[in-house]
């Protein structure tokens, strides 16, 4: 087997990992699994760590399984969260099973047959049936409260360092994922459980129980990797208007590929090694000429093209780079294309403001668009002389004072663009 571990911790994706588990990757094919909580009915980039690792598993000729936490789900994890998680009802529950089921597989193809093909299973189907005294008995007996209360984010809770202390549902998490990994070890021959470093204690307790209800012979394996951070110490993977999504209607392929075109100097050499699968050589390759060009922003173009291909495929990215050249084109004719949310997404930031149709039905005089009715310029004659001076365009066309805005300079029916100069811009919203 060729080394993944070696691969992994080059690209940085390797945070505590479990003696042996190293020779246990080399050795054969290897069985192993990652658990998603199912919070959502899709999955935003945070999540994509985890999904490239069951990438980079099944290439390496290991046998991913993504689990779907469609039991743990129902009580809520407390690891690395200061407060108690809201119980979600099962119909939500079941909802957000299935969006995250259709979001793992773009990435992995659970019909494949060949010997390390990804499996994909939902702990609810050997939960529903577990009674509370049968789990106590069978499972709850195998680890003692001192060893649960040992872990971090057991501690941190009991300890009040954040929120108002843990309930017994949120206490038992532990047990449950641990039984997890105890059932695909027994069922198929599951050895190694992956996470985020956040999920250590959790991983552990899984180990522990997978050898304590077979025997302590029984072999079992943990590794996690790092949680994402930015360079500069705010949260991964979230812009002004929250998470960032993997499904477009959550988050707009525009707005995805804009989010990792955007990412900092520092941010961009971290992120190819994490988020794509490039391979050595040529991200080191890519890293030298940003650094002879920063300007050029040749690491962000290429990580925003393999990351938004990755994850909505190469003709959604080409609209998104198409949409981001729009912009800046001399002309409107590119802007035109774009259906209205792309429009107002690639204008966002753009100060605006909003009239009636009524405003414009007998036309609507220059120096009313750009002062009164919008507050573009600060007053009448401010408007008037960028106007004498040619300073003023309408859908990047020059205008002067003598012009009246009328229903035909709608674009999409209902957006007209202003510009005083070359980069200050203006979007007015007709309604």
Not at 92 to 104: F, H, P, Q, Y
Not at 244 to 260: N, R
Not at 271 to 290: M, N, P, Q, R, V
Request: include cysteine.
């Amino acid at each position: 087997m060729k080394n993944l571990v070696e691969e992994l911790q080059w690209r940085g994706l390797v945070h505590d990992m479990m003696p042996g588990t190293e020779e246990q990757l080399c050795k054969e094919m290897t069985t192993t699994y990652i658990g998603f909580d199912p919070t959502s009915d899709s999955l935003h980039i945070g999540s994509l760590v985890p999904i490239l690792l069951l990438v980079h598993l099944k290439n390496f000729g290991h046998k991913p399984i993504a689990l779907v936490g469609g039991a743990t789900g129902m009580i809520g994890d407390p690891s690395g969260k200061s407060d108690e998680r809201n119980l979600l009802d099962e119909a939500t529950l079941e909802k957000n099973v299935a969006g995250i089921k259709s979001v793992l597989s773009r990435f992995l193809d659970f019909n494949a047959t060949d010997a390390n093909a990804p499996i994909l299973v939902n702990n609810y189907d050997w939960m529903k049936e577990f009674s509370f005294i049968n789990f106590a008995r069978d499972v709850g007996k195998r680890i003692t409260v001192n060893y649960m209360m040992a872990k971090d984010s057991v501690k941190k809770r009991l300890s009040g360092e954040s929120g108002s202390g843990m309930s017994f549902t949120e206490f038992t998490y532990q047990l449950i994922q641990g039984y997890d990994f105890y059932h695909l070890h027994k069922y198929y021959n599951c050895v190694l459980q992956m996470g985020g470093s956040d999920q250590w204690g959790n991983i552990t307790t899984g180990t522990e129980l997978v050898r304590r209800m077979n025997d302590e012979h029984a072999k079992a394996f943990a590794m996690t990797c790092p949680l994402i951070t930015k360079a500069d110490g705010s949260k991964f993977g979230k812009s002004e208007g929250g998470n960032i999504w993997l499904t477009a209607d959550k988050t707009s392929v525009y707005k995805f590929y804009q989010f990792w075109l955007n990412t900092t100097d520092i941010d961009a050499e971290k992120y190819i090694k994490i988020f794509t699968f490039l391979d050595k050589e040529t991200i080191e390759s890519l890293i030298a000429t940003h650094h002879e060009a920063p300007h050029m922003r040749v690491l962000q173009k290429r990580l925003a093209e393999e990351v938004t291909v990755l994850v909505h495929g190469k003709e959604e990215f080409e609209k998104a780079v198409f949409a981001s050249g729009a912009f800046f084109s001399p002309t409107m004719d590119d802007l035109k294309q774009l259906d209205e949310k792309t429009f107002i997404e690639v204008f966002d930031g753009v100060p605006s403001a909003t009239i009636s149709k009524q405003d414009i039905a007998e036309g609507l005089d220059m120096i009313a668009a750009l002062s009164a009715k919008t507050g573009f310029l600060a007053s009448n004659s401010d408007a008037r002389r960028e106007l004498k001076q040619n300073a003023i365009s309408l859908n990047k066309q020059k205008v002067g004072e003598e012009y009246k805005i009328t229903p035909t300079d709608l674009i999409n029916d209902k957006f007209i663009v202003l510009q005083k100069g070359k980069k200050n811009y203006y979007l007015l919203i007709v309604s």
